[in-house]
């Protein structure tokens, strides 16, 4: 993202960017294995008395696997700048922070014993994507989420 990046996103700080619903579509590859999975489903970003949430719902689909239901939910705290953020999982651990104020970023979570290294970047006013590689003992993984914003037209906000 260039230094016009924010205004090109037609936003003024990361909550008026992400605050309605986005249609998500996540791959999933378990690196041990080759298996690609995909979640298809809706994140409403909602701004919260000190928080914006994130409510995921949709549905997780694996090869020879029935589709089922996932959901997940996430906290944005306010951070030290009008474009980053402090993620936390619903029951109030940390998760990382992001700063997209200068661009791209990439958060990292430690979740021993495997470690979360991510990539955050605003593609469009209306398009951003994030995706995390996950290594470890435990896992071995790459998890590439792509959002775009839903229109406002009969959707609650």
């Known amino acids: ?10 936003a003024t700080d990361l909550w008026a960017f992400l605050t309605g619903r986005w249609q998500l579509t996540r791959r999933l590859v378990d690196r041990s294995t080759a ?3 995909r979640f298809d489903g809706v994140v409403r ?4 008395v000190d928080a914006l949430l994130h409510d995921e719902s949709g549905v997780l689909a694996w090869p020879g696997r029935d589709k089922v ?3 997940r939910q996430l906290r944005w705290l306010p951070a030290s700048s009008p474009w980053a953020a402090d993620v936390c999982f ?22 021993r ?9 605003i593609l469009a006013p209306d ?7 996950v290594t470890g003992p435990q896992k071995n993984l790459l998890l590439v989420s792509r959002l775009s ?8 906000e």
């Open 90 to 111: 619903d029951d109030g651990r940390p998760f990382h922070h992001l700063d997209l104020s200068s661009g791209p970023d990439q958060p990292s979570h430690d979740c």
């Open 149 to 156: 914003r839903l229109p406002h037209e009969g959707l609650p």
């Open 113 to 121: 014993p495997d470690i979360y290294r991510g990539h955050f970047e």
């Open 69 to 71: 239901p996932a959901t």
């Open 1 to 10: 993202m260039d230094t016009d990046a924010h205004s090109t996103a037609g």
């Open 45 to 48: 970003f909602a701004p919260d």
């Open 127 to 133: 398009e951003w994507m994030y995706e995390w590689e």
């Open 35 to 37: 298996v690609e999975g």
